[in-house]
Structures are given as structure tokens and as C-alpha cells.
Nanobody
Framework: QLQFVESGGGLVQPGGSLRLSCAAS????????IGWFRQAPGKEREGVTC????????TYADFVKGRFTISRDNAKNTVYLQMNSLKPEDTAVYYC?????????????WGQGTQVTVSS
């Protein structure tokens, strides 16, 4: 039902930064809390962060707190993830979806995601 297009991933060295974007397709997301999830090789998908519909409340997983910042621009129908001080263990495919805390709150298939690779 909810369609998202993730972008901004790439290859970066440890300590580097990336900015991911999540654009809603076919609907306005201003009424939804939206978050980022990731799946690393050989691991289960996990919640990274979630931002409330107004942008006033954010939640972060402990493993990214202080390094990642989620934001949103409802006028642009887009949610962002600023990723700083990247570590090799941040390597994963990153997805966005509606969220409730660090748990997915929408229905249907995941998007394509965007690959983040942190390596020297």
C-alpha cells in the first residue's frame, strides 16, 4: 500500500558520511511516523530510527545514537537519514517504512532499499 523509494547509499570508508533519502510515492506521508530499517548480510532486518509525523519525536537504536540523525520534510514528501561516523558494521541494505518506535507499522512489501557499504 505505502510505496517508498530509497536512495543515497553507496560505498564509504569508515568514519565517513552518507545521506539517505526516502521519498513517498503516490501518497502524502505527513500523517505517518516514518523510519529506517536495515538488513546486514546474514542478519535479520532491524529498526534503526523512527520520526513522528510532525518531526517532533525521534527514536534511535542504541547502535546508531549519536551518529545518525533522522529528519523529514513533509512538503517534499521525503524523510532523510544523515549517517555520520560510519562503521563497517553499518554495512547493510537500508529501507524506509512507516514505524512505531523501531518496529514497522505499515503493510505490504518492502521497497528496493539502498545499499550502504562501509569498508576501507
Amino acid at each position: 500500500q505505502l510505496q517508498f523509494v530509497e536512495s543515497g547509499g553507496g560505498l564509504v570508508q569508515p568514519g565517513g558520511s552518507l545521506r539517505l533519502s526516502c521519498a513517498a510515492s503516490g501518497f502524502t506521508l505527513d500523517y505517518r511516523a516514518i523510519g529506517w530499517f536495515r538488513q546486514a548480510p546474514g542478519k535479520e532486518r532491524e529498526g534503526v530510527t523512527c520520526i513522528s509525523s510532525s518531526g517532533g519525536i525521534t527514536t534511535y537504536a542504541d547502535f546508531v545514537k549519536g551518529r545518525f540523525t533522522i529528519s523529514r520534510d513533509n512538503a517534499k514528501n521525503t524523510v532523510y537519514l544523515q549517517m555520520n561516523s560510519l562503521k563497517p558494521e553499518d554495512t547493510a541494505v537500508y529501507y524506509c517504512a512507516a514505524c512505531r518506535g523501531l518496529v514497522r507499522a505499515d503493510f505490504g512489501s518492502w521497497g528496493q532499499g539502498t545499499q550502504v557499504t562501509v569498508s576501507s
